[in-house]
């Protein structure tokens, strides 16, 4: 029996491992389980104010706090995984169980972003992987990858259950940048939108060159991230200023993904994509990199895959999908992906671990 549920993350800003990481506590708290929420580094308020949960900053009285018989500790990140690993250490019946969600495939992930440095983290981050009672990962890549890395033995240690959302409906107070997303709507524009932290995986570059072969196309950017720089070149260098928005980060994305005739995830690799599924809940047609990673997600049928690479294809692409029938996609992600069905993955797993002696 689960008699407590403590949740460690980073902080509670709007990226989507934290939103993912919120969503799942809040639905199990629903099921009259004790929750507590623990953060590693600044506190940012929640974006989404639905949760209203209340979070603390880990402190080493929180060793003693989470002390319960029968509760599950979830973790979310290096440093969180790092500060579950310690309060297991310290935990000498071994009462809890300690369970982490791992939210991207860590070594492309840390080598893009850290580079050499991050691979200190990667074998650090393996040392925390090996000593939890359960590692949850978003796909079945991202399982047989930690397989490999970890041993054979762990495979019944890693759980595969993906991302879930239910979407508030976005707000539409208009500003400066929904004028100009309307006003190119009038011109009979076909409106692209990406959400994301703007790194080069997230392959935002390949529609920028996209764009060259489609004037019709208008490109909204939402997000900010170390790569703007070089992408605001691509933008001057191939000569589609006209053709590109930048919004910058913005606690209301999805006021402008709504308004998007297609989305795009032209993204080298990712764990679960909550834009994708951010996406297809505001029923957006989507375009999506044809890679194996990305396959299993939905039905093949139900998404347009392309070589991102291409700008011809993915400018074909898009000119396909902005028509596409979306209510199939759109019933499948109520169906498999909604935060309550993640929940009771999540549950089963929690009670399976509560339940081993």
């Keep these: 029996m689960i008699k407590s549920y403590t949740l460690i993350i980073p902080n509670s800003d709007s990226r989507s491992p934290n939103k993912v990481a919120l969503n799942i506590y809040s639905s199990i708290i629903k099921q009259g389980i004790v929750g507590d929420i623990l953060y590693t580094n600044k506190y940012i308020e929640a974006i989404d104010k639905r949760k209203k949960q209340p979070v603390h900053k880990f402190k080493l009285k929180n060793l003693y706090s989470v002390r319960i018989s029968g509760s599950i500790v979830h973790s979310h990140g290096f440093f969180p995984d790092l500060i ?39 074998y650090i981050w393996k040392i925390l992987l090996r000593s939890k009672d359960a590692v949850v990962v978003l796909n079945s890549h991202a399982k047989e990858f930690l397989v490999n890395e970890l041993g054979e033995k762990f495979r019944k240690k890693i759980e595969v259950i ?49 764009l060259s072969q ?37 606690d209301c994305a999805l006021k402008y993904l709504s308004m998007a005739d297609v989305f795009v995830l ?42 991102v690479k291409s ?33 009771n993955r999540y549950l089963q797993l929690f009670s399976k671990l509560s339940n081993k002696v």
């Design 214 to 250: 489609d004037k019709n196309i208008y490109y909204v950017i939402v997000g900010d991230g170390p790569y703007l720089s070089k992408l605001q070149e691509d933008v001057a260098r191939f000569k589609v200023q006209d053709q590109v928005l930048f919004v910058g980060y913005s």
């Design 311 to 343: 700008p011809i294809s993915l400018a074909s692409a898009i000119k396909k999908s902005a028509n596409r029938n979306v209510d199939n996609i759109y019933n499948y992600a109520r169906l498999n992906y909604s935060e309550d069905a993640i929940a």
């Design 266 to 307: 032209a993204s080298s690799f990712e764990g679960f994509p909550m834009s994708l599924l951010e996406a297809v809940s505001l029923k957006v047609p989507c375009v999506v990199n044809d890679i194996p990673l990305f396959h299993e997600y939905f039905p093949l049928d139900m998404i347009e895959y392309c070589d």
């Design 84 to 122: 579950s690993s310690i309060i297991k250490i310290s935990d000498f019946k071994n009462k809890n169980k300690y369970v982490t969600t791992v939210h991207s495939l860590l070594k492309d992930d840390l080598l893009e972003s850290k580079g050499s440095v991050g691979m200190i983290y990667f």
């Design 162 to 210: 993906p991302n879930g959302i239910d979407l508030i409906p976005a707000t539409m107070e208009p500003d400066s940048f929904t004028s100009k997303i309307n006003a190119q709507k009038k011109r009979g524009k076909t409106i692209v939108c990406t959400v994301s932290v703007i790194r080069e995986m997230k392959g935002l570059h390949h529609v920028i060159r996209a």
